[in-house]
Every structure is written in C-alpha cells, then in structure tokens.
C-alpha cells in the first residue's frame, strides 16, 4: 500500500513546478535505466538514500536540501498513477521504500532540512525547518539558519529571533 505522505528532495526549491517523468539522473547501478518516472520515498531519509546524495561521500558529510511533495498525491493515488517498483527495478526498494508516479506531477515545497552520514546510524536528518521561503536561495536558507542556530546557542527564545529578518 503506497503511503499518502511521499517526499521528493532536491538541492533547489522547485515550490509550484510540475515535474516530468523522467530517467533519473542519480540512480544506483542496477536500477531501471529505461523507464521515465518521478521519484519518492515515504520518509524523507528513504529519499535521501534513493538518490546516494549521502552515503558514502566523503566530500559531502553533511547536506542541507529541499523537501518536496506531490500537490496532489491523493489524486495520483487514486488515478493509479503511483507505482511500486520491484527490487528488479530498483535493488534497494526495501530500504527506501522507493515509488514512482508515472504522470507530470506539480511539487510543493515543504520544508528545508539538514542531514548527515553517520558511519553507525547511516542517515540521519538534523534539523527540519517547516518555513522554507520559496523566493530564497539554498545559500540563503543555509546562512538564515545557521544565524539562527547562533541566536539560540546564545540563549535567544526562539520568539526572539523569529523578529529578526535573515
């Protein structure tokens, strides 16, 4: 049974863009490398492990990124347009819990989040900031939480630094 929540993450905010089916440009060796598609995990540490944006990277330990879902994902459920790959089609699908949605589908952004590879623990996600401001940059998201991760270390409420403007 496919999950309602499906996460979609991406190094840029695609808020309102409607994405194609397509061949994934990052997919593990042995993954179907024919079928056009739009991928998503049901939890947003099952995507960052679809895409290998993490694991054993050594020259990225830790990533901030975007956290997308589908506009409309009852819909495309509904519609059967969600489909469940096998492990032919994709090898690690029991660790990601990796689907599919065969039709365009409109993103919306939902969160900006930071996470990193822990030898032991593997993927873990940090920090998950619900408030990502579509018209900011990755960069700028960066530095406006990392500001405020210092306002907090320095003992700010968090309603204290909410009135500033990063």
Excluded at 32 to 59: H, M, Q, S, W
């Amino acid at each position: 049974m496919v999950s309602i929540e499906l996460y979609h993450i991406s190094l840029e905010n695609n808020d309102g863009v409607i994405f194609e089916p397509r061949v994934p440009l990052h997919r593990m060796n042995g993954e179907d490398p024919v079928t056009d598609r739009v991928c998503f995990a049901p939890t947003i540490e099952g995507a960052l492990k679809a895409i290998d944006l993490l694991p054993y990277n050594e020259f990225l330990p830790e990533v901030f990124f975007f956290v997308h879902m589908p506009v409309n994902v009852l819909e495309l459920i509904n519609d059967g347009a969600i489909y469940e790959p096998c492990e032919n089609e994709v090898p690690d699908v029991k660790e990601t819990g990796e689907v599919w949605c065969m039709e365009p589908v409109e993103m919306r952004c939902v969160s900006f989040a930071h996470a990193y590879y822990h030898q032991s623990k593997g993927i873990v996600v940090k920090d998950i900031y619900t408030d990502p401001d579509p018209r900011m940059s990755i960069e700028e998201l960066i530095g406006r939480y990392q500001m405020e991760d210092k306002y907090n270390e320095l003992g700010f409420e968090n309603e204290d630094s909410e009135r500033y403007s990063f």
